[in-house]
T-cell receptor
Framework: DSGVTQTPKHLITATGQRVTLRCSPRSGDLSVYWYQQSLDQGLQFLIHYYNGEERAKGNILERFSAQQFPDLHSELNLSSLELGDSALYFC?????????FGEGSWLTVV | AQKVTQAQTEISVVEKEDVTLDCVYETRDTTYYLFWYKQPPSGELVFLIRRNSFDEQNEISGRYSWNFQKSTSSFNFTITASQVVDSAVYFCALSEAGGAQKLVFGQGTRLTINP
């Protein structure tokens, strides 16, 4: 158990809908990251927050947004969902130089 | 740009065999970190090891060992006396040191250990 908690674990939704994925980092970790794992793209970095501030952006679509709250939990919002958004979405956290991942949220868009 | 290549897409061995997973990386940074993660069938990503670019000592942890060679930009992972529970997808990853630690992952190697 990495200590990073993600909910929901599985989600099935229809195209055009909006979903929110939630992440609680390890206790004391100020950095939160979101990654997407899909069959065609592999593991891709989406975004990094540090203590509530956005620090880096990767290949994150404009339809996706994230935020980190004062209690350090983070949410990834995915809107106008398309079939191609079906993937495993990971949240990760770090305090130093090692990044620990949660169990992921499996999103299926039908 | 940073890049990680895991040329072995799939490896299948019989239990108790030794197996080495290859990882080659590209970076212009002089200081960086290398990682290995394991993804079992259940899907979670499990951290195995982090290596700093200035520390070329090989590391051994039980049946696992890692060989870091800066001269060839490689960070290979060996499992000795493999077990069925080692079956998973293994990812090598690279990040810059300090600052925003975006991980660049390889495509992964699917390792199957047959009884």
């Amino acid at each position: 158990d990495s200590g990073v908690t993600q909910t929901p674990k599985h989600l099935i939704t229809a195209t055009g809908q909006r979903v929110t994925l939630r992440c609680s980092p390890r206790s004391g970790d100020l950095s939160v990251y979101w990654y997407q794992q899909s069959l065609d793209q592999g593991l891709q970095f989406l975004i990094h927050y540090y203590n509530g501030e956005e620090r880096a952006k990767g290949n994150i679509l404009e339809r996706f947004s994230a935020q980190q709250f004062p209690d350090l939990h983070s949410e990834l919002n995915l809107s106008s969902l398309e079939l191609g958004d079906s993937a495993l979405y990971f949240c990760a956290s770090s305090r130093g130089d090692t990044i620990y991942f949660g169990e992921g949220s499996w999103l299926t868009v039908v | 740009a940073q890049k990680v290549t895991q040329a072995q897409t799939e490896i299948s061995v019989v239990e108790k065999e030794d197996v080495t997973l290859d990882c080659v990386y590209e970076t212009r940074d002089t200081t960086y970190y290398l990682f290995w993660y394991k993804q079992p069938p259940s899907g979670e990503l499990v951290f195995l090891i982090r290596r700093n670019s200035f520390d070329e000592q090989n590391e051994i942890s039980g049946r696992y060992s890692w060989n870091f060679q800066k001269s060839t930009s490689s960070f290979n992972f060996t499992i000795t006396a493999s077990q069925v529970v080692d079956s998973a997808v293994y990812f090598c990853a690279l990040s810059e040191a300090g600052g925003a630690q975006k991980l660049v992952f390889g495509q992964g190697t699917r390792l199957t250990i047959n009884p």
